[in-house]
């Protein structure tokens, strides 16, 4: 259908030929570097999206998130969701993530458009409950 020109430039040489070609209209320069196909027609084709992908992996700017270690799942978004039977779930990319294991304890502490969880261990637990009450002192002043 289509067959590819020269093979493209990528790396340090691309930058140094978008340089030297700077006076160039952007599609001639993508030419230039060897981002284009040619149809059986004779028609030159620019491909301006595989240019930019280049250029920017040339720069160190990665396009696209690497893919998870194991390739199933999918990636933590650090957002989540209400349910409709009002729970939260965190998920276990997030646990794992802070070696947290089954049965261990928060507390919850509510304040103002905000939740936190304190992990709550043998060492800690007398000073949690201590330090509560004056905690929930400072979450009154941010609602108000």
Avoid: W
């Avoid at 491909?47 to 199933?72: C, H, M, Q, V, W």
């Avoid at 998920?91 to 794992?96: I, P, V």
């Amino acid at each position: 259908m289509s067959d590819t020109a020269t093979s493209a430039l990528t790396g340090k040489a691309l930058l140094a030929k978008v340089k030297e070609l700077s006076s160039l209209p952007r599609r001639e320069r993508a030419k230039q570097c060897g981002y284009y196909t040619t149809t059986k027609g004779g028609q030159v084709r620019v491909n301006l999206t595989d240019f930019y992908d280049a250029l920017l992996s040339a720069r160190g700017i990665p396009l696209s998130p690497e893919a998870p270690k194991d390739g199933r799942g999918r990636e933590p978004t650090y957002r989540v969701s209400v349910h409709q039977n009002g729970q939260i779930v965190i998920g276990a990319t997030y646990t794992k993530a802070m070696g947290l294991k089954p049965g261990d304890e928060f507390e919850i502490k509510l304040g103002y458009k905000h939740i936190h969880l304190i992990q709550k261990d043998d060492k800690t637990l007398g000073q949690l409950d201590d330090d509560s009450e004056s905690d929930d002192d400072d979450l009154d002043d941010e609602e108000e």
